[in-house]
């Protein structure tokens, strides 16, 4: 089938197999493959993009389902070089592993875009479909609240290893408060 769409900016068309998943198409065809494929089972987020600047988890959605329809992968994120989100990982020290953090970037992006002004509630929330399994979300919670605050048009101040001294540290995301049950399909 062919399916007319735009990636990273950019108008495509490509025939697809019906069943071919959204992640496989951009992976294996379009060799975008900072979207990883890790779980394969609509659970760990790794594969997330933003389908009209909407995250989504790109295993979950058959390739036809987007035509017409606008793409955006962690490399169309950083075309123009590194996006708020990203320096707000990097001055909070939240970059992780090759795996789970450009979904984690791509879902940040897409809340930051809705809400300047998260709550960490609401910060937990929008990450529940992102897990990692090895390191923890601390560095995350606080990369979200400084890109919230550039955005807002401040100057915040990085975070990074005063966590500890921080009375939210005690609040702090751990992997535990994240399940699997949780997470909304899109
Ligand atoms: S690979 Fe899509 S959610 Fe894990
Ligand atoms: S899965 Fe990436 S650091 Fe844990």
Do not use: W
């Not at 295993?59 to 708020?84: H, Y």
């Amino acid at each position: 089938m062919r399916v007319a769409v735009k990636i990273n900016g950019q108008p495509s068309t490509v025939n697809v197999e019906p069943s071919r998943l959204l992640v496989e198409l951009l992976r294996d065809r379009l060799r975008l493959t900072g979207t990883k494929f890790a779980c394969e089972t609509s659970v760990c987020g790794a594969c997330t993009v933003l389908l009209d600047g909407r995250a989504v988890k790109s295993c979950t959605i058959l390739a036809v389902q987007v035509d017409g329809r606008d793409v955006t992968t962690i490399e169309g994120l950083s075309a123009d070089g590194l996006t708020t989100v990203q320096q707000a990982f990097r001055a909070e020290h939240a970059v992780q592993c090759g795996f789970c953090t450009p979904g984690m970037v791509v879902s940040v992006t897409a809340l930051i875009g809705e809400d300047e002004n998260p709550t960490d509630d609401r910060i937990r929330a929008a990450l529940e479909g992102n897990l990692c399994r090895c390191t923890g979300y601390a560095g995350i919670l606080r990369a979200v609240r400084y890109a919230a605050a550039v955005q807002r048009g401040e100057t915040p101040i990085a975070q990074a290893g005063r966590a500890l001294e921080s009375p939210l540290a005690s609040r702090e995301v751990t992997p535990v408060q994240v399940r699997a049950s949780d997470v909304e399909v899109v």
